[in-house]
């Protein structure tokens, strides 16, 4: 049985339609703020904007037990967390990272769609950048 038939058996059908809609929208929205994390200009809102989707995703993923996507997003969130105490802008190497992170995201969206089991984690996505400007 995949992740989706998982959740439509443990949780009412509506919760579940509604988590996938949001879900798909966030990481939709990731990559182009992700970029922007290199534009001074825009740094700090794309920052904060990352950091209330990564927040949003730990959350509705924690309410329907879907823990590796929990346990990333724990970690990003506290990644963006010490981001935001940084002026910015972000060096290649953190956006990059962030980029693999949005691809982890992206392979659990078909995952969820395909009804799949939910593909791991990526061991590259443990070993954090230096988050300072180079």
Do not use: C
Not at 1 to 18: P, S
Not at 81 to 94: C, F, I, K, W
């Amino acid at each position: 049985m995949g992740a989706r038939r998982e959740l439509e058996k443990q949780f009412d059908f509506e919760i579940v339609d509604e988590f996938l809609d949001h879900f798909s929208m966030m990481v939709d929205i990731m990559e182009p703020l992700v970029v922007e994390l290199e534009k001074p200009e825009v740094y700090e809102r794309s920052v904060d904007e990352l950091f209330r989707i990564f927040h949003n995703l730990k959350s509705a993923s924690s309410y329907l037990q879907l823990e590796p996507i929990t346990r990333l997003s724990v970690f990003v969130e506290d990644v963006l967390e010490q981001m935001r105490a940084l002026d910015g802008p972000s060096n290649t190497l953190t956006t990059d990272w962030l980029l693999e992170v949005n691809d982890m995201y992206l392979t659990w969206q078909d995952d969820l769609k395909l009804d799949n089991e939910l593909s791991k984690v990526k061991f590259s996505l443990l070993k954090l950048p230096d988050l300072e400007v180079a």
